[in-house]
């Protein structure tokens, strides 16, 4: 069975850090582009990080210089690292991945985790 699974969140206060983890299960993620995604009820989903094959890596904006995306292909699993963690990085994670290059676009990626809540408080 191919799947992803998220862990590693949970609540912590601004400045903290947490590390989330994708493990994936069928699909070797060495060889596929990973990208970490977060959303929140009501919103679209949005742009965290990624690390295509070759490995680039790649950040929105807002987490550039506090998140740290890396890949462990001995162990099949991605980690998102966050530090100085705020307020506004409260979301449901999501762990996706697809062929080759990453993108930013959440429709681009055909294979989803099924999301790992990280709640900051102020």
């Known amino acids: 069975q191919v799947r992803l699974v998220e862990s590693g969140g949970g609540l912590v206060q601004a400045g903290a850090s947490l590390r989330l983890s994708c493990a994936a299960s069928?699909?070797?993620?060495?060889?596929?582009?990973v990208g970490w995604f977060r959303q929140n009820s009501g919103t679209e989903r949005e742009f965290v990080a990624a690390i295509s094959r070759t490995p680039d890596t790649y950040y929105s904006d807002s987490v550039k210089g506090r998140f740290t995306i890396s890949r462990d292909s001995t162990e099949n699993i991605v980690y998102l690292q966050m530090n100085s963690l705020r307020p506004e990085d409260t979301a449901v994670y999501y762990c996706a991945t697809k062929p080759f290059i990453a993108t930013t676009t959440p429709d681009d990626y055909d294979l989803w985790g099924q999301g790992t809540q990280v709640t900051v408080s102020s």
């Open positions: 069928g699909r070797p993620l060495g060889i596929y582009a």
